[in-house]
């Protein structure tokens, strides 16, 4: 049974007609008291319920009555109802144990998914959870150890939902390698896999890149354009370095993921889309969310699941076993023998730091094989080409520092680092600690011409 909380009679009779449609029992009631002889009598399967039961539009009235719910029925998933001036109320519910939020006037199907998506992720037995965990294809996800079968484990247990995820992890964690398994383990498996890169979006072309437009919309427009968004309709799209998005374009994306709803530049028609949106940051969007630079409401859209990623330093037994993946690729590609390593070499892989996680490993092991050229690789070999991180900074860099600003600071480091990885934008950008999207606006930032070598 789903248990409808609202004082507005128009809205009960709307959602119970929606919901009997849908194949489910509904029951209504227009407020807190009979809400909570409801909940104290049985336990919903799920609660849509409204913040507002009086003429106030604070919201305390939802707040408290949610809070009085969860001490009765904790294990019942709430989704809450407001509207969408009064969005920062839905924002305190969710903190206050809400599953997830939706404004009025509501869409219909973007509802039923949520409704859907809140029973499965709440229902599905352990054992099933395990179940699903033997089955899921893991495509190129490489390793056994306890950190990365975790996270595999969620995976597992919400890929045929269509909750909304937030990958997170250090740069070079493979994280969109999780989202693509997120989607090959879905029922979006057959619809279109669609990726952006936000960091690599200016906020000029956010709009004419995510929703599209039509020929004549703006100066350069001289042909149409279709968006992101309806390049994923029915699948799912995975939205890369979220943490970059500038504020303004936060609140365009948000408005997108609430309604499912967007306009093509250039045309007044609102389009529909159905996707499942996996993002993935290796920021931390808690700390931005306090600090005020990422919107808290986009943040609890966006992480209704949250699956953090391991380090490559966490998950060391992992290293021998990606090692010999990227030499059987190397191979596979370049037509080269097998090349193996000796116990030393092992050894040697397994103990260094990698700040750059899996992607400075794969780099590593491919760089030294095609300078060795040797069919048995042992630690002198990788040696040789690893690139130190702690290499000490020079007295004389570090006292022409004074007097700079900490633009010119930025510019000069990234002028050494390019200078030192021979124009490398990849090991630049490792060493650097920060995303190749995020070097090239850098950049573009201090008018620094570079090829990629």
Request: aromatic share 6%.
């Amino acid at each position: 049974m789903i248990l409808i909380i609202d004082d507005d009679s128009a809205v009960r009779s709307s959602l119970s007609f929606m919901l009997k449609r849908a194949g489910y029992v509904a029951q209504t009631v227009p407020g807190p008291r009979e809400a909570m002889d409801v909940v104290r009598a049985e336990a919903p399967s799920l609660i849509l319920m409204d913040m507002n039961f009086t003429l106030s539009t604070t919201g305390e009235e939802g707040l408290t009555l949610l809070k009085q719910v969860k001490v009765f029925r904790p294990d019942v998933p709430v989704i809450l109802m407001t509207a969408w001036g009064s969005i920062q109320l839905a924002v305190q519910g969710m903190q206050a144990g809400a599953f997830d939020f939706i404004t009025k006037p509501w869409n219909n199907a973007a509802l039923l998914q949520r409704i859907e998506t809140a029973l499965e992720l709440t229902a599905a037995p352990k054992d099933a959870q395990e179940e699903q965990s033997e089955t899921l294809n893991r495509s190129h996800i490489i390793g056994k150890s306890q950190g990365l079968m975790e996270v595999l484990n969620t995976v597992a247990r919400i890929a045929r939902t269509n909750a909304s995820v937030l990958i997170t992890g250090e740069s070079g964690t493979g994280k969109e390698l999780i989202a693509e398994a997120i989607h090959i383990n879905s029922q979006r498996v057959k619809q279109p896999f669609v990726k952006v890169n936000l960091g690599g979006i200016s906020q000029s072309l956010f709009e004419s890149e995510m929703f599209g437009h039509k020929k004549g919309a703006f100066t350069d427009a001289t042909t149409d354009r279709v968006g992101r968004f309806e390049l994923a309709n029915k699948g799912t799209i995975f939205l890369d370095e979220i943490g970059d998005l500038d504020p303004s374009c936060q609140v365009k994306l948000l408005r997108v993921l609430q309604d499912q709803t967007f306009e093509v530049l250039g045309d007044s028609r609102p389009r529909k889309t159905d996707i499942r949106v996996v993002s993935a940051t290796n920021a931390d969007l808690r700390k931005m969310v306090s600090e005020r630079t990422f919107r808290e409401d986009l943040f609890y859209r966006i992480n209704l699941i949250t699956v953090k990623l391991p380090s490559l330093r966490e998950r060391r037994e992992d290293i021998p076993l990606l090692a010999r993946h990227f030499a059987d690729r190397q191979a596979e590609v370049n037509g080269l023998p097998r090349t193996e390593f000796s116990a030393d070499a092992l050894n040697f892989l397994s103990r260094l730091p990698y700040p750059g996680n899996i992607r400075e490993l794969k780099n590593l092991v491919e760089r030294t094989i095609l300078v060795s050229g040797k069919s048995t690789l042992d630690a002198t070999d990788f040696d040789a080409q690893y690139l130190r991180h702690d290499d000490p900074v020079k007295a004389s860099d570090s006292s022409s520092l004074a007097g700079m600003t900490l633009d010119e600071i930025e510019r000069q480091t990234i002028l050494q680092a390019l200078d030192r990885h021979k124009g490398n934008l990849s090991q630049v950008a490792m060493t650097l600690g920060i995303s190749r999207a995020a070097l090239y606006r850098r950049l573009e930032k201090f008018n620094i011409t570079v090829s990629d070598k």
